[in-house]
């Protein structure tokens, strides 16, 4: 296993759509224990492949308190939204050190396949909807942040930015 580099929003790599995976082999195996230990380290309780820049469709979560549950979710959709909405306050391990409240649906039922290959469906409600769809934009190129408006969107921009040329500053 290797830890992975996690960029930094804004970094453009972040907005690419990433690719179905075709087989899950032994280099897809590779990829989620290598996400999986960075999402760990970091810590955090959910990574987007798009994160660590490979552009596939998957994701690790670990909702527990105890850390010891990962879940996989392979090629990911969501089947199904309740109508109901919830408001949960955000963090991203793209966007360090910066959270706010986003609006998403309560429960959703996501379809996608594990490390096995096999398809299989999970209804979420809580901290895991919330996971999964914050995850699953990651997919798709988008950023928690892009949930927000414009002057906020902006303004954690310019700081990423700052602290980025702050981190190169340190080397």
Known sequence: MAL???LCYPDPRLHKVAKPVAQVD????????????????APGVGLAATQVDIHERILVIDVSDSQDELRVFINPELVWVSPETKSWREGCLSVPEYYDEVERPDVIRVRALGLDGKEFEVEADGLLSVCLQHEMDHLQGKVFVEHLSMLKRNRISLKMKKRAKELVGQR
């Open 26 to 41: 032994a280099r897809i195996k590779k990829i989620v224990a290598d996400m999986a230990q960075t999402m760990y380290e």
């Open 4 to 6: 992975l580099t996690v």
